[in-house]
């Protein structure tokens, strides 16, 4: 492959990532194109329901997804942990709680993604199994505008872990101690199994791969996941 990639001076590569990727591949991207400078990269940063409908249209080389969907001819492959947290005012009372069950969550107010996320999706069936409702007081469409109205004091939400890394704002945040969380996810590359990769996209996922095993072992340590959460107890 290295030989072959010596003869690519140019091409491009087409990325779509869901909102969480959007931590992670732009770093990966920093050294990928220094190796290869003559490649011309887009990267599209949108919700899962509207990466499964651009591989659905075949509109990218490679996607980034956060949990496998169901029933569609897809190559998956795990590359790094993407746990989720309940995130909190660090002024909220239940801040200092050292056990929250999470029927006790049933009677704050919820800040929630818009319909067509992922992390919905999977506070949705997290709440459901068991047996809950929680009271919904607003949709965004973005962890960002999420991260500064759970600040704010607008309520509380579940957001990925790797949202809360790299930010200041994360001292007006605290992770709150919810039985059953973080919720253990991984990052999927994928794309469709009758897919011809081109050279640029296996150098991309062959670069990833090798990088995130690297860049995996220290890449969350930054994020202020409470004690219990230890990325090896599978
Ligand atoms: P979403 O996915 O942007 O569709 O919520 C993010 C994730 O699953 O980490």
Request: aromatic fraction near 8%; charged fraction near 25%.
């Amino acid at each position: 492959l290295v030989s072959d990639m010596k003869g690519v001076k140019a091409g491009k590569l087409r990325l779509a990532v869901i909102t969480t990727a959007k931590y992670f591949v732009p770093r990966l991207l920093g050294p990928f194109c220094l190796r290869y400078p003559g490649i011309d990269v887009s990267l599209k940063v949108t919700n899962r329901e509207r990466v499964l409908q651009r591989m659905a249209d075949n509109e990218d080389d490679l996607y980034v997804l956060g949990q496998p969907p169901e029933g569609l001819e897809v190559v998956f492959e795990p590359f790094l942990e993407n746990p989720l947290v309940v995130v909190a005012s660090s002024s909220h009372p239940l801040a200092a709680e050292k056990i929250i069950s999470p029927q006790r969550l049933v009677e704050e107010q919820f800040l929630m993604r818009e319909p067509g996320s992922g992390i919905r999706l999977a506070t949705e069936q997290f709440f459901a199994e068991r047996a809950l409702k929680l009271k919904v007081r607003m949709e965004l469409g973005s962890n960002e505008a999420i991260k500064h109205a759970v600040a704010g004091g607008l309520g509380i939400a579940v957001l990925s872990a790797h949202t809360l890394a790299l930010d200041h704002s994360s001292d007006e945040l605290a992770i709150l101690k919810v039985e059953g969380f973080p919720i253990r996810r991984h990052w999927y590359l994928a794309y469709p199994k009758d897919k011809r990769l081109s050279v640029i996209a296996q150098a991309f996922l062959d670069f990833l791969r090798e990088e995130s095993k690297l860049l995996g072992e220290h890449y969350l340590r930054g994020i202020p996941v409470f004690p219990g959460f230890s990325q090896d107890d599978q």
